[in-house]
């Protein structure tokens, strides 16, 4: 079983900053990738980013040059670094770790607003 713990997260003004660390725990050893998704109010879950354990970053269209995704393969932590953010980034984050199957953390909040 593999836990995964979020922590970051609360609320911004529109163009700030947010920093989110996530890491997992446990039976790590399946674990190649790492990333995050987000749920806005009213929305179903849609990806945001993945940090593979080769290196490679990747992000949806609306977060890029906006958002950098960093991962520690040792320590089995990813941290998501959000820059200019805007109202629609308000949702509640997810970090998942995959394996033979995606285990997910709690979630936190975003919020962004004036």
């Known amino acids: 079983q593999v836990q995964v713990v979020e922590s970051g997260g609360g609320l911004v003004q529109p163009g700030g900053s947010l920093k989110l660390s996530c890491a997992a725990s446990g039976d790590v050893d399946s674990i190649y990738a790492m990333g995050w998704h987000r749920q806005a109010p009213g929305k179903e879950r849609e990806w945001v980013t993945t940090?593979?354990?080769?290196?490679?970053?990747h992000y949806t269209d609306s977060v890029k040059g906006r958002f950098t995704v960093s991962g520690d393969n040792a320590n089995h932590t990813v941290t998501l670094q959000m820059n200019s953010l805007q109202p629609e980034d308000t949702a509640v984050y997810y970090c998942?770790?995959?394996?033979?199957?995606?285990?997910w953390g709690q979630g936190t909040q975003v919020t962004v607003a004036s």
């Open positions: 940090f593979t354990h080769s290196g490679n970053r």
């Open positions: 998942y770790a995959q394996g033979p199957r995606a285990y």
